[in-house]
């Protein structure tokens, strides 16, 4: 896995409600990761973990169709209130054992450290990892592993990391309000700045433009009367 360049993941049912159809955090073990294909799933943005694959230089996104109901309705609408709480699942005791194996277990996904590739982790244990893996989730701020049971916050943000893309809605996952903060008020302040940017870099391309229409229409003036005078004598 850690050599793959381009992954497929196109009609998937892909959603950002449920870990157990979402990308998993492991995807950012992928350090050659440059290109990804989500089309035709059912994401209303895309998950936060692909923020850490710095590799990546695509993805592509079409055919989502709540990505555009859900999510560019929001960014229109809701532009003060990103952060939403979520409330959490009521499940029996028996599923949230507090043992020392899980514990252990907690805090090497919660390192984001790739145990596939460490020596030093057992294949046993790796194969005990990757269970949870994939059913965990991360907080995008402090790596806490989330349960299903506690609250947590859904976070949405718009960046332009990818070739061609501009303003791509994000989903993030934060434990608490305060890392829901941290995530969003940072992201808020870069996309305005980068609009800022966007609209400078706009005028001072339509003013040279401008400025080069006059030019070549003065060149072509002069021409014209040159040839004026030219024809008269
Ligand atoms: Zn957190």
Partial sequence: MCKLERLYLTHNLLTNRTTR???PFTISFCRRLVEVYLDNNQLDALPCILLRVPSLERVH?????????NTFMFYHTDIQDRILMMPGM???KMFLRKDLKNLAAGAVLSSRVDFYNNPTVPPGVKEYLSLKANNAELCDQCSRVLTSSSPSYRVFTFK???LGN???????TACTLLCAEDIEIPARREQMNSAR???LEYEQYMQQSMQDMHQERGILGSRSD????????
């Fill in 61 to 69: 996104r079409h055919g989502n169709h709540n990505y555009f109901k």
């Fill in 197 to 199: 940017q966007q609209d």
């Fill in 21 to 23: 159809r979402s990308i």
């Fill in 160 to 162: 332009n990391p990818y």
């Fill in 166 to 172: 501009t303003c791509v809605p994000f989903q993030h």
């Fill in 226 to 233: 040159t040839l004026r005078s030219k024809t008269s004598r």
């Fill in 90 to 92: 009521n499940l029996n």
